[in-house]
């Protein structure tokens, strides 16, 4: 893949497996938020396709929920949170159209999930990162996908929403969804993902994490020398 005449990415073959966590890590500049953007279409690519049930993906794009970074979205766009968390409705109930009973229920049930029901009148340029992070999560549940796509949901979170995000990640990949994160922590990647996609503008391991998490993996994509500790005595 080129971006600006320039190879961000090459050499990407992998599956993403549903009912698994997976996360897609690697060091700064790796392509990891690159390769989740072209899997959906929202960067050119120069060859490759990403394929759903024997299907491109692009086409199935109303089977995806997509949160993208923080950075990349308009906080003073005047919106409530309960604004944000109805627009999750809007593929199942079409543009300038009433928002149906149903509707409304599930987005109220996706606020409730991410603890933010008290909140649901606040302008979103209003919260705090966490609790923005939080509402866009409810906007994704309440899309009910069966693809999740997380463009770096930790990051510049507090701890108690990271755990909030995860436990949520884990529910839905248990329930058969399949659910793909870019995540930059190392060491919670260690703990918190079923399955990883290891880049360094290409890719350098993909499998489980026991699979991928070993040291000369780890040594090809952010070099140096790596030592793993463990907690036994």
Not at 7 to 31: M, S, V, Y
Not at 91 to 113: E, M, N
Not at 116 to 139: E, H, N, T
Request: charged letters at 20%.
């Amino acid at each position: 893949m080129q971006y600006r005449f320039v190879e961000a990415l090459k050499d990407i073959t992998c599956q993403i497996q549903p009912g698994r966590l997976t996360g897609i890590i690697g060091p700064n500049g790796a392509g990891k938020s690159t390769l989740m953007k072209a899997m959906l279409g929202l960067v050119q690519t120069s060859c490759g396709t990403a394929m759903y049930k024997g299907k491109p993906l692009i086409d199935q794009l109303d089977r995806i929920a997509y949160v993208p970074q923080r950075s990349q979205i308009d906080w003073t766009y005047p919106a409530t949170v309960w604004d944000v968390v109805l627009m999750g409705r809007i593929r199942k109930t079409g543009w300038f159209r009433r928002f149906s009973t149903v509707s409304r229920r599930i987005a109220a049930q996706s606020l409730a999930r991410v603890g933010m029901s008290d909140f649901r009148d606040r302008p979103i340029g209003q919260l705090s990162g966490g609790q923005q992070q939080r509402v866009f999560l409810a906007k994704a549940l309440a899309e009910e996908a069966d693809i999740f796509c997380f463009d770096e949901p930790m990051a510049g979170i507090d701890k108690k929403t990271e755990a909030i995000i995860f436990e949520i990640l884990h529910e839905l990949a248990d329930s058969g969804k399949t659910v793909l994160v870019v995540h930059h922590d190392l060491g919670e990647a260690i703990t918190n993902f079923d399955d990883l996609i290891l880049l360094n503008r290409e890719l350098i391991a993909s499998g489980s994490r026991p699979q991928v998490m070993q040291a000369n993996n780890i040594q090809r994509a952010y070099g140096g020398q790596v030592v793993f500790f463990s907690d036994a005595a």
